[in-house]
């Protein structure tokens, strides 16, 4: 079908939709946008020669391109590079191929030695392409170099793989690319709380999406995939929490409480996920709500002392430890919170004569006191 301009695929009026041309691709060539100013510049290249030639149909002969931005380093993204380096003398010493700066080493050397120059981009960094104001957006997961490009006049992002259009396809991280599925996770969540109206992906056609709803749609649909179709998003948080995913978890919380607001389970370990992420108002206004229905339990009375003990709060959590330890007498955990508690309150000796504050105390001690002993002998090594 040969290059299109984007503003007719996505039967739009933005001014800068009209300055890009879209070019469809496979499954082991990318989509490739080219962004029609002085100089032209390619997002992607690709992995197929005929391309070029559909370029140069369009009106755009390949020789003019200057700069090409690589969502990352997969050679159905990339190799199209090396291909017009082969093929016209000119671009070598005049293409210039931005990429992060974890791209795959081999690439970079492969660029250079073929005549381009590499720079290297950044999270946050602000590029001026085709006269376009272009935000680079690290998004690590699917790869560790992986980038998106937000375009925010019209609020486009250009996603590279890290989200896609084709239907039932989840980019999965590729470990030999440096891909981690916990940064692919947090750079969806990421994504997912951006002004995005259009979402121009490396595969898939490019689409207008309801603000972010398509992107939260693919944090969700990865999350589903990650759990287990048949796993409860209860069991998924659980799962998720216990391998520090705190984040994940509290969105699967958030899913199962859609389905049942009072399933005692997923409100507590959506608080100590709050807490331990920090988000500790939060996190106590949700003991509270438990708390308030009468739901008094030693574990979420414990939950609640740690949270009120971060926040300083020391009376009220001791009020806490105490309430829990007069319903649980054995409970390590608010035995320890109420040592901490009375600790913080001045009263030492009461805290010292708890044993399992005294225990976690003295071991908490001796870490420390092992840590401050190894960085002075390495300081004077
Ligand atoms: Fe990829």
Redesign the pocket.
């Known amino acids: 079908m040969g290059f299109r301009k984007l503003s007719q695929v996505l039967r739009s009026a933005a001014p800068s939709h009209r300055k890009i041309l879209y070019l469809e691709g496979y499954v082991d060539s990318a989509n490739l946008y080219a962004l029609d100013g002085e100089p032209l510049v390619l997002v992607d290249a690709g992995n197929d020669s005929t391309a070029f030639t559909d370029l140069a149909r369009a009106g755009h002969p390949p020789f003019t391109i200057r700069r090409i931005a690589l969502t ?1 380093g ?1 050679y ?2 990339a190799l199209g590079i090396l291909d017009l380096l082969n093929r016209y003398e000119s671009l070598r010493g005049s293409l210039e191929v931005l990429m992060h700066e974890d791209g795959p080493a081999t690439l970079q050397n492969l660029v250079r030695e073929k005549g381009g120059t590499i720079r290297t981009i950044a999270d946050g960094e602000r590029l001026d392409l085709a006269g376009l104001s272009i935000e680079v957006l690290h998004t690590p997961g ?2 560790v170099d992986s980038v998106c490009f937000y375009e925010g006049e019209s609020r486009t992002m250009f996603t ?2 890290t989200v896609l259009t084709v239907e039932g396809s989840l ?1 999965m991280p ?1 470990p030999a690319a440096g891909g981690s599925l916990a940064a692919y996770l947090a750079s969806l969540r990421r994504l997912s709380t951006l002004d995005i109206d259009f979402v121009c992906p ?1 595969h898939g056609r490019p689409r207008r999406t309801r603000g972010r709803a398509y992107v939260r749609g693919v944090y969700e649909e990865a999350l589903r995939s990650v759990k287990g179709p048949k796993t409860s998003w209860k069991d998924g948080a659980a799962k998720l929490m216990a391998n520090g995913l705190l984040a994940e978890a509290v969105f699967c919380c958030d899913k199962e409480l859609e389905l049942d607001p009072t399933n005692q389970d997923c409100l507590e370990m959506k608080a100590s996920c709050l807490g331990d992420l920090g988000r500790l108002d939060e996190a106590n206004a949700l003991y509270d709500s438990v708390l308030c229905r009468g739901v008094r339990s030693s574990s979420i009375l414990t939950g609640k002392g740690f949270t009120l003990l971060r926040l300083e709060r020391f009376p009220e959590s001791l009020e806490c430890f105490d309430e829990a330890l007069a319903s649980a007498p054995g409970s390590p955990e608010a035995a320890v919170g109420k040592g901490f508690a009375l600790f913080c309150l001045g009263r030492q000796d009461e805290a010292l004569d708890i044993p399992e504050f005294e225990k976690a105390f003295s071991s908490n001690l001796t870490e420390e006191v092992r840590k401050r002993f190894e960085s002075r002998h390495q300081g004077g090594a």
């Open positions: 990352h997969h159905d993204h699917h790869t590279g793989d980019p590729d490396g």
